[in-house]
């Protein structure tokens, strides 16, 4: 089957810009998660969709972070605007169901200057 | 709090010695734990977890409530066993990770 896929895999952009980053999740699954990663941290979730529902966004910066899962399936997270500390690697996974096996994509890494 | 610690940030060992990574959790519930890996250049995979008590490429981690410790443990590594570590809790749906830790093995 094919895996996660996430798009753009690399991004350089100067702060107070904004950047959006894409998931596509291994089809049939109902979840998706959008983690962020500083370089020597464990990923960190930010938000996760069930279907096109919000389940738990509690670590969101939401005066800045926004995403969205229309029609359940595709998913975008937008940066907007960013800052320094954002410099990270964006992963998103999915998993058939809310708990269990996660499967990751790549990732994206941003870089802000 | 809900945490997970991975002590060590760098392991090296010499191939077919053994392997301990150890993770510690604090969580006030009944706990899930898993073992993530991610090898050079390739995506953050399920290693194992506990509820399966399996082996997976040689590796196993047993839970141990009282000393609330998931450590992850192979009787001799290997140099393909190379890679980054991570522990990771389930707490209610979100997955909780540790720092992770870099195993090298070298020959």
């Known amino acids: 089957e094919a895996g996660v896929a996430q798009s753009p895999r690399y991004k350089i952009i100067e702060k107070r810009q904004s950047v959006a980053f894409w998931c596509n999740p291994i089809s049939g699954h109902a979840t998706l998660y959008w983690y962020q990663q500083i370089l020597g941290q464990g990923p960190k979730l930010l938000i996760q969709?069930?279907?096109?529902?919000?389940?738990?966004d509690s670590q969101l910066p939401k005066d800045r972070f926004s995403a969205e899962r229309l029609k359940g399936v595709d998913s975008t997270l937008k940066i907007q605007p960013a800052k320094l500390e954002d410099s990270a690697v964006y992963l998103c996974?999915?998993?058939?169901?809310?708990?269990?096996?996660?499967?990751f994509g790549p990732g994206t890494r941003l870089t802000v200057t | 709090a809900q945490r997970v610690t991975q002590p060590e940030k760098l392991l090296s060992v010499f191939k077919g010695a053994p392997v301990e990574l150890k993770c510690n959790y604090s969580?006030?519930?009944?706990?899930?734990l898993f073992w993530y890996v991610q090898y050079s250049r390739q995506r953050l995979q399920l290693l194992l977890r506990?509820?399966s008590r399996e082996s997976i490429k040689g590796f196993t981690a047993d839970l141990n409530k009282g000393e609330t410790s998931f450590h992850l443990k192979k009787p001799f590594a290997q140099e393909e066993d190379s890679a980054m570590y991570y522990c990771a809790l389930q707490a209610g749906t979100a997955l909780i990770f540790g720092k992770g830790t870099t195993l090298s093995v070298s020959s």
């Open positions: 996974a999915s998993s058939l169901g809310g708990s269990g096996e996660q499967y």
């Open positions: 506990h509820i």
């Open positions: 969580y006030s519930g009944s706990p899930e």
């Open positions: 969709f069930q279907n096109n529902g919000v389940v738990d």
